[in-house]
């Protein structure tokens, strides 16, 4: 790092910050926090889908596993990208309608409120997961370019992660996350299209790597790479922070543009992702794999453009982080301190428990990633993807397009059986289909049985 990387560097940082400071200023109710007043554009949705969808895990974390398997390092951003158009053009309509401001909410109008607290506490801590992973990334990047310890690195990245959006909400998620997009898009895109023509082109890559591991959509096979895609569409639909997003749109249109925008932006990032990590896997074989992206924009960039990637690759983990965070203290305020601690909290304690829980669950995190630094980091965000998609996708989906289908009891055994079985049946199927398989399947029958005994018992 020289003079200019750092100078670069502080004049997005400051960017940031000025940012979340003034998205403060929007906030007035706990409502304004949740759901932005619901008078967000496109952008904003966009922004905030983007900003918290798009972090380590879809950057550093996507060329860290192209340097090892190549092409199949796609499917995050591809899954994400799937999940942008189905939860635009799909979901948002109903769940709109549905006027809840939290996914809580609506499992408890539709069976009760057990269901809605169990389902509330395991997708929060499938989120808690994808903050974890996004410190991981931090540290990843910040010790690959600087000669800081993990401790430190991880302390400062929880910090602006508050700053981020503890003031703002919603608010701060959006505005940021939408100056944050166009920064990264610049960015990560700047840098794949170097790598593309200093390589010459798409086929001096496959001159210079395998095609059957680094050209390969499954090369770590079908069941693994097809079960990233779908616990992406999965996690995607039934997570707060993009709940959020879609419900703090003015209008249903409105909502709709933003999860097209984020459908086109993100496996597009992903893609330039890619090619920076396959460059690297050809030039630079004995790197660490998770330094693979900084080290690139450190080795080829010019300074003062470099420092403002790095910074933004260093904000792109803050906002997703952040982000997600603000999803979990939505639904732990919400749907677990209103419901059993105190239902008649005026606005201003809400608003004040919702900032509060934010702050703990990033210390938290901060603490949980200390003690795993090294590991993958895309493994942390396709487990979390995994864990709400599966509690959470089928009652959501029964709730949203069948309501008074599905039993009180019927929900609560679809999560807790299927959730068992991507978590133990690993060793029954784990040798030809991934456990997420098994447990979306399982899940989805006992929904089908309690549909079918429902209807039966109605004719």
């Excluded at 039934?238 to 959020?244: E, G, L, N, R, V």
């Excluded at 003690?371 to 979390?384: D, E, K, R, T």
């Excluded at 039993?407 to 030809?432: E, I, K, Q, R």
Aim: hydrophobic share 55%; charged share 10%; glycine share 12%.
């Amino acid at each position: 790092m020289t003079l200019l990387h750092y100078i670069g560097a502080v004049l997005v940082l400051l960017l940031i910050t000025l940012l979340g400071w003034y998205s403060g200023t929007w906030v007035k109710t706990a409502g304004d926090f949740i759901a932005g007043g619901r008078r967000a554009g496109s952008g904003i949705v966009a922004g905030s889908i983007i900003g918290t969808l798009v972090g380590g895990s879809s950057t550093i974390g996507t060329a860290q596993l192209a340097f090892t398997w190549g092409l199949s390092a796609w499917w995050f951003t591809l899954g994400s990208g799937i999940a942008c158009l189905i939860l635009g053009f799909f979901y948002a309509k109903p769940l709109r309608e549905s006027g809840a401001d939290t996914m809580p909410q609506l499992l408890h109008r539709e069976y009760g409120k057990k269901v809605a607290t169990t389902a509330a506490l395991l997708t929060s801590l499938g989120n808690f997961l994808s903050v974890v992973a996004q410190v991981l990334a931090s540290v990843a990047l910040v010790t690959s370019i600087a000669t800081m310890p993990a401790p430190v690195v991880t302390v400062i990245t929880c910090l602006l992660m508050i700053v981020y959006v503890v003031f703002g909400g919603i608010w701060g998620a959006g505005i940021v996350g939408t100056a944050k997009t166009v920064l990264l898009a610049l960015s990560v895109g700047v840098c794949g299209l170097m790598a593309l023509y200093w390589q010459g082109g798409l086929g001096s890559f496959m001159e210079a790597l395998p095609a059957e591991q680094y050209f390969n959509l499954i090369a770590r096979g079908a069941a693994k790479d097809f079960g990233v895609g779908l616990s992406l569409i999965m996690g995607v639909v039934t997570t707060q922070a993009y709940f959020q997003a879609i419900a703090s749109a003015r209008t249903l249109n409105l909502a709709k543009g933003g999860a097209l925008i984020s459908a086109i932006v993100i496996p597009s990032i992903g893609a330039c992702g890619i090619l920076v990590g396959l460059y690297m896997r050809v030039h630079f074989p004995d790197i660490p794999s998770a330094s693979a992206l900084p080290l690139f924009v450190l080795q080829y960039v010019p300074p003062l453009f470099g420092g403002m990637i790095l910074a933004t690759l260093f904000v792109t983990v803050v906002g997703t982080a952040a982000g997600v965070s603000l999803g979990v203290s939505s639904v732990l305020c919400n749907d677990i301190y209103c419901v059993y601690f105190d239902p008649n909290s005026s606005d201003k304690k809400r608003l004040r428990v919702s900032r509060l829980i934010l702050a703990g669950i990033l210390v938290a995190a901060g603490l949980t990633s200390f003690l795993n630094i090294g590991s993958l980091i895309l493994s942390w965000s396709i487990l979390s993807m995994a864990l709400r998609g599966v509690v959470a996708c089928g009652i959501l989906s029964f709730a949203l397009f069948l309501p008074g289908h599905i039993s009180p009891a019927c929900a609560m055994w679809s999560m807790l059986v299927g959730l068992a079985c991507v978590l133990f049946g690993g060793p029954l199927v784990g040798a030809f289909m991934d456990p997420l398989f098994l447990g979306f399947a399982v899940g989805i029958a006992i929904l089908l049985v309690g549909y079918w005994r429902t209807g039966s018992r109605r004719t």
